[in-house]
C-alpha cells in the first residue's frame, strides 16, 4: 500500500480539544477514520515546536489519502500537509527510469 506521512498543525481550537480530551483519545479518532478508508496507522507522534503531530500512515490509494488530507483541513482545527513517502526499493526503480527531458532554455 502507498504510505503516506501526515503533517499537522493545530489551530488554537484544535489544541483546546487536544487538551480537553488527550493525545489517546486523538490517535483513537484517527485510527478510526483512516481504518474506515483501508488504511492502517503506522506511526502518530506529537512534537512541538514547528509542528504538532507527525502520522505516517498505509492508505489503499492517493484518493483514499487526499480524502483524509481533506476532511482533516477542513475540520479547521488542524492545518495539515501530506507528503507521499517512497520506499528505498520505490526509489531504486525510479533511479533506473529515463524521461525524456529538455531543461528551460534548451531544445530537446
Not at 490517535?27 to 515546536?49: N, P, Q
Amino acid at each position: 500500500m502507498p504510505r503516506f506521512m501526515v503533517i499537522g498543525n493545530y489551530s488554537a481550537e484544535g489544541a483546546r480539544g487536544l487538551m480537553a480530551a488527550g493525545g489517546s483519545a486523538r490517535r483513537t479518532a484517527v485510527e478510526k477514520m483512516v481504518s474506515a478508508l483501508g488504511g492502517r496507522i503506522e506511526t502518530f507522534d506529537f512534537g512541538f515546536g514547528g509542528d504538532d503531530v507527525y502520522v505516517i500512515v498505509d492508505m489503499p490509494d492517493s484518493e483514499s489519502a487526499a480524502a483524509v488530507a481533506l476532511t482533516v483541513s477542513g475540520s479547521g482545527a488542524v492545518r495539515a500537509r501530506t507528503i507521499v513517502l517512497l520506499s528505498p526499493e520505490q526509489l531504486d526503480r525510479a533511479a533506473q527510469l529515463r524521461p525524456d527531458y529538455a531543461p528551460p532554455g534548451q531544445t530537446g
